[in-house]
């Protein structure tokens, strides 16, 4: 091995560098992703540690600075002290905390770190990040979307970084200093994108009517925030024939104390129907049906899909084909709901009035001469991707104008339209301002200024479609993509974008500008579109971090058309290569979707594969041999037997049947026959670490981290019987140094295929006996057998009472058995079943003999028994029992403290019976073993910490 070992292939402090993924997930205002929407986005602080730890060297790599363990294992903890400080949100941008860490690079690369390059960039989070470190970033993409993202990104505010605004308003009182990084960029996007919205309102504002309000609200003119509508087709009875709505509710908000909702009301005689605006409080009866809305409900009590009920005479549309028939003649239409206005109260409900409904009548037909939007939807598409409508053509949605209303429609475009006018603009003032030649280039930063300005239309799109729902727990609209689909919505929410709530122009214009004026400029970055598998990049030697495609998780390009028609409308004279196709390039996107291959499964997975392969060929033959390969691979909550389903498979079993993922698998196979070794697998949790437990689920981290390095040419080949030898040898130490570091019980698993990946993955290849190759499948089972005898191994350290109880709660639980055979097992372990009372959780009586819980074990040791003899079971039991109902970490540390070297037993312990739980489906029980080793850092430090005066009388016992 002729490199020297980066903390990455080490350890790093997951517990920090998970928690604050997680909390991204909250933030809003400011944060980069705020900028435009991207599908499956990697948290910005997992890809700011991943990148720190790729550069900076292991203590260990250093015995001339490190001489022993303990002064190894201090500095590693003075980096993980500056890891866990540096993915903090709060410290993204101060500049403190960065110039430390960037100190810290530049110490460790000898004031030399190479470039970062992302060949599959995506939404842009790790060449972002690489730029917050001062590291010189590239991003590629196929998907001209993902590009234009990383443009705006990394490429525009590094290219302007301390520019100072052009527009007339801010140049009357300008300061010195005052626009630092992208400042200047942001002022003037909400400059021009005001006089946008200005434009656009004098040339459409009167297709956005105001309202007026009912006398009890003081009667005056109030602006519309939305129109609520629900589809319609004819009923399929042909006795009746009235336009039936298909409503999946009718609540209009559900907020405590402004409960409304909307009753319809049929007018037989006339075939007609419209709905009265209803609040306070009702019955358990009417509850239902508001809930239901015209749905079915099937005996289970859950709505049916696409099957609603006439409420004009009762007959029912089972499926969904009918709708779609009617839908495709041109035959499905809506009704008017209600009204969403804003008055001195908050929200008000009102009903249609004819002014709105006579505007809306007299919008004719949009003709689009440019034609994006006139594109035809694909024929066939994932259904996976594209829930019940869309894609495939159905619902008639034809074109991509069919997801919008007239109105909408009239909207985006002439916004649209406006942004040439406004590029013009600022031109003119960009000349005006840097005349010399030594100044930026004017025409460079007015098509900035209108990227920015296309980027703010396509949030707009994404709450301005018949696809945006109204959501009656906040009041407001949801966006297009709640998920990453586009589901049929049968009532949706037409924004206003003149107004001043959810949807508005103005407010998409705010969340593009607090993005750019907080993105980092510390470094110079670009970004170009490109085929990873043709080639990756024309730069000497780069540090490589990627996410690449996961199989057939996320259809980028067909998701993204939804806004390529808009970015292309809006941009093309500006980015003529970029947007030189009428959609997205599909046929050459890496991603496993059987229906761009005439439905065949195996067909697309043999193109996935192929093309994977390529690219981390390539990869390997510019990455630098100073530091490591990473890549991501992301998760979903669930597995599959048999590879061939959903994705995410941790193969740390399931009632004894191994499981398996093809897209994991894939993604391992393409590394190592790319001739990489894989020398770690770090879990990263995005999601909180009860979620998927709670749900009697096999939990994973939402994202591995794969941590590569280039094989020896001169690897040799190994048996399968050597393999499982190097497993036996290796392992131990390994499984060791994860507990040590307090992964959680959940993620254990998956850790551990990392060494023994790098097992599997030294060898020019592993052959069974008969000579044909051992696949990556069979390695990982054997990973896991191997994993699962090595915490089965480490029960030999607990005392006798403890093997006991291991035994009896995997046969038992906590139900009663006979105390013979208690008795019997209790021989077999060193014991008797009298000690096992005397430790205070073991109850006999009457020929049987139970566990107790931990509740009953806390109410009743002291005055029963007194001082108890220490056992690891008493002791992970109580500490369990103190941070759930005690007295949380404190209580926990108290117990530790006294508990001597049983404490760290306890530990693994926890880690055996997680797995023991997990394996039988007992969700709950394995919860509280994974939660009491995620907290065992902060455990261990109050431990440490206290003075025997702090300990509780009722934590004394173990």
């Given at each position: 091995?002729s490199?020297r070992?980066?903390?990455?292939?080490?350890?790093i402090?997951l517990?920090a560098i998970?928690?604050?993924?997680a909390?991204e997930?909250?933030?809003?205002?400011?944060?980069?992703s705020t900028l435009?929407?991207?599908?499956?986005?990697?948290?910005?602080?997992v890809?700011r540690?991943?990148?720190?730890a790729?550069?900076?060297?292991d203590p260990?790599?250093?015995?001339?600075?490190?001489p022993t363990?303990?002064a190894?294992?201090?500095?590693?903890?003075?980096l993980?002290?500056?890891i866990e400080k540096m993915?903090?949100w709060?410290?993204a941008?101060n500049?403190?905390?960065?110039?430390?860490v960037r100190?810290?690079?530049a110490?460790?690369?000898?004031?030399?770190?190479?470039?970062?390059?992302?060949p599959?960039a995506g939404?842009?989070?790790i060449?972002?990040e690489?730029m917050?470190?001062?590291?010189?970033?590239?991003?590629s993409d196929?998907?001209p979307?993902?590009v234009?993202?990383?443009?705006?990104?990394?490429?525009l505010?590094s290219r302007?970084a301390g520019c100072?605004p052009?527009?007339?308003?801010?140049?009357?009182?300008l300061i010195?200093g005052?626009?630092?990084?992208?400042?200047?960029l942001?002022?003037d996007i909400r400059?021009?994108g005001?006089?946008m919205?200005d434009?656009?309102?004098?040339r459409i504002?009167?297709?956005?009517?105001k309202?007026s309000l009912p006398?009890?609200?003081?009667?005056?003119?109030?602006t519309?925030i939305?129109w609520?509508?629900?589809?319609t087709?004819t009923c399929p009875n042909?006795?009746?024939?009235?336009?039936m709505?298909?409503?999946?509710?009718?609540?209009?908000?559900?907020?405590?104390?402004?409960e409304t909702w909307?009753?319809?009301?049929v007018?037989a005689?006339?075939r007609?129907m419209?709905?009265?605006i209803?609040?306070g409080?009702?019955d358990?009866?009417?509850?239902r049906e508001?809930d239901?809305?015209s749905?079915?409900?099937?005996?289970?009590?859950k709505?049916v899909?696409?099957s609603?009920?006439?409420?004009?005479?009762?007959?029912?549309?089972a499926?969904?084909?009918?709708?779609?028939m009617e839908a495709d003649?041109?035959?499905?239409?809506c009704?008017?709901?209600?009204?969403?206005?804003?008055s001195?109260q908050?929200?008000v409900?009102?009903?249609?009035?004819?002014?709105q409904?006579?505007?809306?009548?007299?919008l004719?037909?949009i003709y689009?001469?440019?034609?994006?939007?006139?594109?035809?939807?694909p024929?066939?598409?994932a259904?996976g991707?594209?829930?019940?409508?869309?894609q495939g053509?159905?619902y008639g949605?034809?074109t991509?104008?069919d997801?919008f209303?007239k109105?909408q429609?009239v909207?985006?475009?002439?916004?649209?339209?406006l942004v040439?006018e406004?590029?013009?603009?600022?031109?003119a003032?960009?000349q005006r301002v840097?005349?010399?030649e030594?100044?930026?280039d004017?025409?460079?930063?007015a098509?900035?200024?209108?990227?920015y300005?296309a980027?703010?239309i396509?949030?707009l799109?994404?709450?301005?479609?018949?696809i945006?729902?109204?959501d009656?727990?906040?009041?407001?609209?949801?966006?297009?993509?709640?998920?990453?689909?586009?589901?049929?919505?049968?009532?949706?929410a037409?924004?206003n974008?003149?107004?001043?709530?959810?949807?508005?122009?103005?407010?998409?214009?705010d969340?593009v500008a607090?993005?750019i004026?907080?993105v980092?400029c510390?470094a110079?970055?670009?970004a170009?579109?490109?085929?990873?598998?043709?080639?990756?990049?024309g730069l000497?030697?780069?540090?490589?971090?990627?996410?690449p495609p996961y199989?057939?998780n996320?259809s980028y390009?067909?998701l993204s058309d939804?806004?390529?028609v808009?970015l292309?409308r809006?941009?093309s004279?500006?980015?003529?290569?970029?947007f030189?196709?009428m959609?997205?390039p599909k046929?050459?996107?890496?991603?496993?979707?059987?229906?761009?291959?005439e439905g065949?499964?195996?067909?697309?997975?043999?193109?996935f594969e192929?093309?994977l392969?390529?690219?981390?060929e390539?990869m390997?033959?510019?990455?630098?041999?100073?530091?490591?390969l990473?890549?991501?691979y992301?998760?979903?909550?669930a597995?599959s037997?048999?590879?061939?389903g959903?994705e995410g498979?941790?193969?740390n079993?399931n009632?004894?049947k191994v499981?398996?993922?093809?897209?994991?698998e894939t993604?391992l196979?393409?590394l190592i026959?790319?001739?990489?070794?894989?020398?770690g697998?770090l879990?990263?949790?995005?999601?909180?670490?009860?979620?998927s437990v709670g749900?009697?689920?096999?939990?994973l981290?939402?994202s591995?981290?794969?941590?590569?390095?280039?094989r020896p040419?001169?690897a040799?080949?190994?048996?399968r019987r050597?393999?499982?030898?190097?497993?036996r040898n290796?392992l131990p130490d390994?499984?060791?140094k994860l507990?040590?570091g307090?992964?959680?019980?959940v993620?254990?698993?998956?850790?551990?295929i990392?060494?023994g990946?790098?097992i599997?993955?030294?060898?020019r290849?592993?052959?069974?006996?008969?000579?044909s190759?051992?696949?990556?499948?069979?390695?990982?089972q054997?990973?896991?057998?191997?994993?699962?005898e090595?915490?089965?191994e480490?029960e030999?350290?607990y005392?006798p009472a403890?093997?006991?109880?291991l035994?009896?709660?995997?046969?038992y639980?906590?139900?009663?058995?006979e105390?013979?055979?208690?008795?019997?097992l209790s021989?077999?372990?060193?014991?008797?079943?009298?000690?096992l009372v005397?430790?205070?959780?073991?109850?006999?009586r009457m020929?049987?003999v139970r566990?107790?819980q931990?509740?009953?074990?806390?109410?009743?040791w002291?005055a029963?028994?007194?001082?108890?003899?220490?056992?690891?079971?008493?002791?992970?039991?109580?500490?369990?029992h103190?941070?759930d109902?005690?007295?949380?970490?404190?209580?926990?540390?108290?117990i530790?403290?006294?508990a001597g070297?049983?404490?760290?037993?306890?530990r693994?312990?926890?880690?055996?019976?997680?797995?023991l739980c997990?394996?039988k489906?007992?969700?709950e029980?394995?919860l509280?073993?994974?939660?009491l080793v995620?907290?065992?850092?902060?455990?261990?430090?109050?431990?440490h910490s206290?003075?025997p005066?702090?300990?509780v009388?009722?934590?004394?016992f173990?």
């Amino acid at each position: 091995m002729s490199y020297r070992k980066k903390l990455i292939e080490v350890s790093i402090p997951l517990g920090a560098i998970s928690h604050e993924s997680a909390r991204e997930k909250s933030l809003r205002h400011g944060h980069p992703s705020t900028l435009h929407l991207w599908w499956s986005r990697k948290p910005l602080a997992v890809c700011r540690a991943v990148l720190f730890a790729s550069l900076v060297d292991d203590p260990a790599e250093h015995p001339e600075q490190f001489p022993t363990e303990e002064a190894q294992a201090q500095e590693r903890k003075r980096l993980f002290a500056l890891i866990e400080k540096m993915v903090k949100w709060e410290n993204a941008n101060n500049e403190e905390t960065m110039r430390e860490v960037r100190a810290e690079i530049a110490k460790a690369t000898e004031g030399a770190p190479p470039p970062v390059l992302d060949p599959f960039a995506g939404g842009g989070s790790i060449p972002l990040e690489a730029m917050r470190l001062g590291l010189e970033a590239h991003a590629s993409d196929l998907n001209p979307v993902a590009v234009l993202l990383n443009k705006a990104l990394i490429e525009l505010p590094s290219r302007f970084a301390g520019c100072p605004p052009v527009n007339p308003e801010a140049r009357q009182s300008l300061i010195d200093g005052e626009w630092q990084g992208a400042r200047g960029l942001a002022a003037d996007i909400r400059y021009y994108g005001q006089w946008m919205r200005d434009e656009a309102r004098r040339r459409i504002g009167q297709l956005y009517p105001k309202v007026s309000l009912p006398a009890e609200l003081g009667g005056e003119e109030a602006t519309v925030i939305a129109w609520l509508w629900v589809r319609t087709v004819t009923c399929p009875n042909p006795a009746c024939g009235a336009q039936m709505p298909l409503a999946s509710k009718w609540w209009l908000s559900k907020k405590k104390g402004k409960e409304t909702w909307v009753e319809p009301v049929v007018d037989a005689q006339r075939r007609k129907m419209y709905f009265e605006i209803k609040g306070g409080i009702a019955d358990k009866d009417k509850l239902r049906e508001i809930d239901n809305g015209s749905c079915f409900i099937n005996g289970k009590g859950k709505k049916v899909k696409a099957s609603f009920t006439c409420l004009f005479c009762g007959s029912g549309i089972a499926k969904g084909e009918y709708i779609d028939m009617e839908a495709d003649k041109g035959k499905m239409g809506c009704l008017p709901l209600a009204i969403v206005a804003e008055s001195n109260q908050g929200r008000v409900y009102l009903p249609f009035d004819s002014l709105q409904i006579e505007t809306v009548n007299n919008l004719v037909e949009i003709y689009f001469s440019s034609g994006e939007i006139q594109q035809r939807l694909p024929l066939e598409a994932a259904r996976g991707t594209f829930a019940s409508n869309a894609q495939g053509r159905i619902y008639g949605f034809k074109t991509f104008a069919d997801y919008f209303t007239k109105r909408q429609l009239v909207a985006l475009t002439t916004f649209s339209d406006l942004v040439q006018e406004v590029r013009q603009r600022v031109l003119a003032d960009a000349q005006r301002v840097h005349s010399s030649e030594e100044e930026i280039d004017a025409r460079a930063y007015a098509d900035a200024i209108a990227t920015y300005l296309a980027l703010a239309i396509d949030r707009l799109a994404d709450r301005n479609s018949s696809i945006c729902s109204w959501d009656v727990s906040r009041d407001s609209t949801r966006n297009t993509f709640a998920r990453q689909a586009i589901p049929m919505i049968w009532d949706f929410a037409e924004a206003n974008p003149f107004s001043a709530s959810t949807g508005n122009f103005l407010g998409a214009i705010d969340w593009v500008a607090e993005a750019i004026e907080t993105v980092p400029c510390a470094a110079r970055g670009g970004a170009v579109q490109r085929d990873a598998t043709v080639s990756v990049n024309g730069l000497a030697q780069p540090l490589i971090s990627t996410d690449p495609p996961y199989y057939d998780n996320v259809s980028y390009a067909d998701l993204s058309d939804f806004f390529y028609v808009w970015l292309r409308r809006s941009l093309s004279t500006i980015y003529p290569q970029l947007f030189k196709t009428m959609l997205v390039p599909k046929a050459t996107e890496l991603v496993a979707t059987p229906y761009r291959f005439e439905g065949s499964r195996s067909k697309a997975q043999a193109f996935f594969e192929k093309g994977l392969g390529e690219a981390f060929e390539r990869m390997r033959a510019v990455q630098h041999p100073d530091y490591p390969l990473t890549v991501y691979y992301a998760f979903k909550q669930a597995e599959s037997e048999d590879g061939q389903g959903e994705e995410g498979a941790a193969l740390n079993g399931n009632g004894g049947k191994v499981v398996a993922s093809t897209g994991w698998e894939t993604m391992l196979e393409g590394l190592i026959r790319a001739g990489f070794t894989i020398t770690g697998t770090l879990p990263i949790r995005t999601e909180m670490v009860n979620r998927s437990v709670g749900q009697g689920t096999n939990a994973l981290a939402s994202s591995i981290v794969l941590v590569c390095r280039p094989r020896p040419a001169e690897a040799g080949v190994a048996s399968r019987r050597q393999f499982i030898n190097a497993l036996r040898n290796k392992l131990p130490d390994a499984l060791k140094k994860l507990q040590q570091g307090n992964i959680a019980p959940v993620d254990l698993a998956q850790a551990s295929i990392g060494p023994g990946m790098a097992i599997y993955s030294e060898y020019r290849q592993v052959v069974e006996s008969d000579g044909s190759p051992l696949r990556v499948r069979a390695a990982l089972q054997l990973i896991n057998t191997t994993l699962d005898e090595l915490l089965a191994e480490q029960e030999g350290e607990y005392d006798p009472a403890t093997r006991w109880a291991l035994a009896w709660f995997e046969q038992y639980v906590h139900e009663p058995g006979e105390y013979g055979v208690a008795e019997t097992l209790s021989k077999a372990k060193n014991t008797s079943v009298q000690a096992l009372v005397n430790t205070g959780w073991l109850e006999a009586r009457m020929g049987k003999v139970r566990l107790l819980q931990r509740a009953e074990l806390a109410a009743n040791w002291q005055a029963q028994h007194g001082e108890l003899p220490t056992t690891v079971w008493g002791v992970m039991q109580r500490m369990i029992h103190a941070l759930d109902k005690g007295d949380g970490e404190a209580g926990a540390a108290a117990i530790l403290r006294k508990a001597g070297e049983q404490g760290e037993l306890a530990r693994d312990l926890a880690y055996h019976l997680y797995t023991l739980c997990e394996r039988k489906g007992w969700a709950e029980e394995a919860l509280a073993y994974n939660a009491l080793v995620l907290v065992w850092s902060q455990i261990g430090q109050l431990a440490h910490s206290y003075a025997p005066e702090h300990d509780v009388q009722q934590t004394s016992f173990l």
